[in-house]
């Protein structure tokens, strides 16, 4: 066994690890240039509390869980805003003489001396995970750069001028007025973003009505309403984004695209825009792209243990099509991702084709469409078959060509990971016929089919046992033996999950495994309703299922699987 790090030894000493997972992440980590503990992360062994966990037992300190502390706001004033986002750091407890503070690098004796300069103070360390620590910096300190978004709204509604005035009519302007008001505009949609970002946010929405312009949060897969500005400054709003997306500005009856590269603290993020022209002007929706959401492995999805395996097991294949269904927001991404993170090694090539690359994986070979000269999902899988990939990625089999290509590859030897726009996994099947495909060329090519929904999960802080009303349970139709060991669970609404009482989400999934059974009724062309009977008497959980084993768990609530999975007769 080659050389590794006494942490390394550590976790196969606790059996946290294996010494195979062991040489793997270690390769990994020597590859992307990034540390084990990182590298653990990003294949999915363990998650980023768990390691950290596993670095205080190494090096015996304490670990602290920020979802259980209330951190007074006393001890949070000892420590000023800018040092503790400049070093990653949050203040835990004030000591005889000194400051105990939260930190994720157990080694980084630079940023203690330097903390110990600046405060003053006898500065102590405990450990928490980076991502719960820079969560708490946001919830804490609750503003950027002594800026709160409310003031850059009244400010910006207070001297904004109306940018749809001619440009001889802002020539006769005041000049400090017109700069004092662009000044704002920058100020306003920086804020936006910085703040979608505090509050964890997927989306920022700009939506344009007669009398106002309202501004709305994506959370959990939830939208909020932030605020509203005038009508009249609708004009100037577009026109920041535009710039910053390298869109045009003179434009405004046609569709438009761009993309935005921001650092907000110690987040890079990439923004996707999308800009259309409703009847009442332009609406623009910017969609924040998380780096760190991609470094989720597959057992964080949120997988029973079965299907964690199944799916394990799916992936191991040589060959064959593994699609993934759902509808636009249901996390599809994020799953495909885990799933090649997994198969991210040195000895195997992989290649995706996708409309547009969200998100870009090191080590991987990833292509873009390009409608407007011809490159399009087709046109990539023929080329890419060139390249002699292991696994191939087609972003969506939208079309007859896309589909029998993607088909061909798998029945030449390659794993082939795709997505369908379809309610369960047996429709996909149906999909498949419709668009234009064989049902032979399905049944001999498609080896599984994952339908999925996101539910928001109960927020950890908040959370409390619950009992939910005798008619709930009964309606849920939920067994008696499985409400006997039922743990419910609500949340009560806190800071930390904006007063919601959820906070995060996780995947409900529903797999349709093809054996030779569903094979054969797809060759004779049976209903959707027999697969369906056939898969659940097989062993096969649907998404409302899943989602009550969820309920039982107190991972989530009743509303919330209702919200995004029905009940169907074969769920009785």
């Known amino acids: 066994m080659a050389k590794i790090s006494g942490f390394a030894k550590h976790l196969i000493k606790s059996k946290l690890l294996t010494e195979d997972q062991i040489l793997d992440v270690d390769s990994l980590s020597r590859q992307q240039k990034s540390s084990l503990s990182q590298a653990i992360v990003d294949r999915g062994y363990l998650t980023e509390a768990e390691v950290m966990q596993a670095q205080a037992g190494y090096h015996r300190m304490e670990y602290v869980d920020l979802s259980t502390v209330d951190i007074p706001e006393m001890v949070i004033e000892l420590m000023p805003e800018t040092v503790a986002r400049e070093n990653a750091v949050l203040p835990l407890a004030e000591t ?37 620590i820079l969560d708490a910096i946001n919830q804490k300190y609750g503003q950027i750069e002594g800026e709160s978004a409310d003031s850059i709204l009244q400010e910006f509604t207070d001297t904004a001028i109306d940018f749809t005035e001619t440009v001889d009519e802002a020539d006769e302007m005041n000049k400090d007025e017109v700069d004092e008001s662009s000044s704002a505009i920058v100020r306003l949609v920086q804020l936006m973003i910085s703040e979608a970002v505090q509050v964890r946010a997927s989306d920022i929405h700009v939506e344009p009505f007669e009398d106002r312009v309202r501004i709305r949060y994506r959370i959990d897969g939830v939208l909020h309403v932030r605020d509203t500005l005038p009508r009249r400054q609708l004009g100037a709003v577009i ?30 993020l990439d923004l996707r825009v999308s800009i259309i022209p409703t009847n009442q002007g332009q609406s623009a929706v910017l969609r924040l792209l998380d780096k760190d959401n991609i470094k989720i492995g597959v057992r964080q999805l949120g997988f029973s243990e079965d299907t964690f395996k199944r799916f394990m097991g799916l992936t191991r294949r040589p060959n064959g099509i593994i699609l993934v269904t759902g509808p636009t927001g249901s996390g599809k991404t994020t799953t495909l991702y885990a799933a090649l993170n997994s198969l991210n090694r040195p000895d195997r090539k992989i290649i995706t084709a996708e409309d547009p690359v969200e998100y870009y994986l090191p080590g991987i070979n990833q292509v873009e469409v390009k ?20 696994v191939i990625l087609v972003g969506e089999m939208r079309d007859q060509e896309t589909a029998q290509m993607g088909i061909q590859a798998s029945l030449t030897g390659h794993l082939v990971f795709s997505t369908l726009h ?53 309606e849920s139709g939920m067994t008696a033996e499985q409400v006997a060991v039922a743990k419910f669970r609500k949340g009560k609404g806190c800071n930390s999950c904006q007063k919601t009482g959820y906070r995060g989400r996780i995947g409900i999934y529903e797999m349709l495994l093809i054996d030779a059974k569903v094979r054969q009724m797809i060759f004779d062309n049976s209903p959707t309703n027999l697969v369906r009977d056939y898969a659940i008497s097989n062993g096969m959980s649907t998404l409302y299922m899943d989602g009550l084993d969820k309920v039982a768990q107190g991972i989530t609530t009743f509303e919330e699987v209702l919200r995004v999975a029905k009940r169907t007769e074969q769920d009785a």
């Open 422 to 474: 379809t309610n369960d996994a047996p429709t996909a099947i149906t999909r498949m016929v419709d668009i234009g495909v064989p049902g032979y060329l399905v049944a001999s090519s498609v080896v599984a089919i994952l339908a999925q929904r996101l539910v928001r999960t109960i927020c950890k802080k908040c959370g409390a046992p619950y009992t939910p009303p005798e008619h709930e349970i009964k």
């Open 239 to 268: 026109s920041r984004i535009k710039i910053l997306a390298k869109i045009d500005i003179a434009e405004r009856r046609r569709e438009q695209d761009g993309r935005i590269k921001v650092s907000i603290g110690e987040k890079e």
């Open 371 to 390: 409608h407007q000269i011809g490159l399009d999902f087709a046109r990539i899988i023929r080329s890419m078959l060139r390249q002699a990939p292991n």
């Open 96 to 132: 005889e003489g000194g400051l105990k503070v939260l930190m994720s690098e157990p080694n980084d004796v630079d940023t203690i001396e330097k903390l110990r300069f600046i405060l003053n103070r006898d500065v102590s360390v405990a450990l928490a995970p980076r991502g719960a």
